[in-house]
């Protein structure tokens, strides 16, 4: 099961901290990964992480985004600094690659200007 949680509104240029706890799974096997879709787009993926902490960025988001781990806690990241209105989207966490595990509940985040 895979819960995501921390989003709300923000202003352009400000810093949200996302959170995805998963249960049922051996989390610590797998590389995790930070989706989105905003309005009338597909999921995409931003950001991922190895199961040694190894990062990968959309560019859309690099310099900006930092995603990490918490092996013990179960829980996936995704730090969001100078965030702009293009960011605004439902956030969902789910593995990087190879087969998905069933979609969990997203957090809604809103940049406004």
């Known amino acids: 099961q895979l819960q995501a949680c921390g989003g709300g509104l923000v202003q352009t240029g400000g810093s949200l901290k996302v959170s995805c706890k998963v249960s049922?799974?051996?989390?610590?096997?797998?590389?995790m990964g930070w989706y989105r879709q905003a309005p009338g787009k597909e999921r995409e993926l931003v950001a991922g992480?190895?199961?040694?902490?190894?990062?990968n960025y959309d560019d859309s988001v690099k310099g900006r985004f930092t995603i990490s781990r918490d092996n013990v806690r179960r829980t996936l990241y995704l730090q969001m600094n100078s965030l702009k209105s293009e960011d605004t989207a439902v956030y969902y966490c789910?593995?990087?690659?190879?087969?998905?595990?069933?979609w969990g509940r997203g957090t809604q985040v809103t940049v406004s200007s």
């Open positions: 992480i190895t199961s040694d902490h190894t990062t």
């Open positions: 789910n593995r990087r690659s190879g087969a998905m595990f069933q």
């Open positions: 049922g799974i051996n989390f610590r096997l797998y590389e």
